[in-house]
């Protein structure tokens, strides 16, 4: 489904260059449950960034099914990225100047054909699944964390998303709100068997994970936490 080939990324900064990924390859099957793990600046984030399109590697390739993303352009790309893949982040990113219901139904109003009262019944079904049914009304300011990661779960959710990426989605949650959103994101993987990849410093999350990937010093190994 998702194939990464012998990607290189390289970050200039005047005449210095730093290596953050060496000729790394990955594949990622279908309903795939998968962790990438390893130390802070190893290049996780970054390999989710190339994996998901919002990032081309300096050499290599990433293709999904058979599509090469590095030879899309910007608005092939953002229409992959709205209709076939979801985001979560450590940081919500919700809009403040809307509320809870409001933000979910972004990404479908980005679509051609759209009804909205079709749409809204499907927000609301996102987010009566995540038990927000009662804060559907309430801004971003008016949810604790755990509450706006809900948010930002059923907004990514809201196209159907063949592949969820996920960078840090418990880093910012207590244990228990963590502990939450781990249970979640393995539910979504067993009953819709949506393709789940995740970057995470939590060993809980990455072990409720079915594979896991290191990265060490810009090379991908399968292995453990």
Do not use: W
Not at 109 to 126: R, V
Request: aromatic letters at 6%; hydrophobic letters at 40%.
């Amino acid at each position: 489904m998702l194939r990464a080939n012998k990607i290189t990324k390289v970050y200039f900064n005047g005449t210095k260059e730093l290596c953050v990924l060496k000729e790394s390859s990955l594949q990622i099957a279908k309903g795939e449950f998968l962790s990438i793990v390893g130390p802070s600046g190893a290049g996780k984030s970054t390999l989710l960034h190339i994996l998901s399109g919002l990032d081309d590697p300096t050499q290599g390739s990433v293709f999904l099914d058979d599509f090469c993303l590095s030879n899309l352009d910007d608005m092939e790309k953002a229409m992959i990225r709205n209709t076939r893949f979801g985001f979560v982040f450590q940081f919500y990113h919700l809009l403040r100047e809307f509320n809870a219901l409001e933000n979910v139904l972004m990404p479908g109003l980005l679509k051609k054909g759209i009804d909205i009262k079709e749409l809204k019944k499907k927000a609301l079904g996102l987010l009566g699944d995540l038990g927000l049914s009662e804060r559907v009304k309430h801004r971003p300011s008016e949810l604790s964390g755990g509450e706006q990661q809900r948010v930002a779960i059923a907004r990514a959710l809201m196209n159907d998303p063949e592949i969820l990426f996920c960078d840090e989605p418990t880093g910012n949650l207590d244990h228990a709100s963590g502990k939450q959103i781990s249970e979640m994101l393995s539910r979504l993987n067993q009953t819709k068997k949506t393709t789940v990849v995740i970057v995470t410093h939590s060993r809980e999350l990455a072990i409720g994970s079915r594979r896991i990937i290191n990265i060490l010093d810009g090379s991908i190994t399968e292995g453990s936490c």
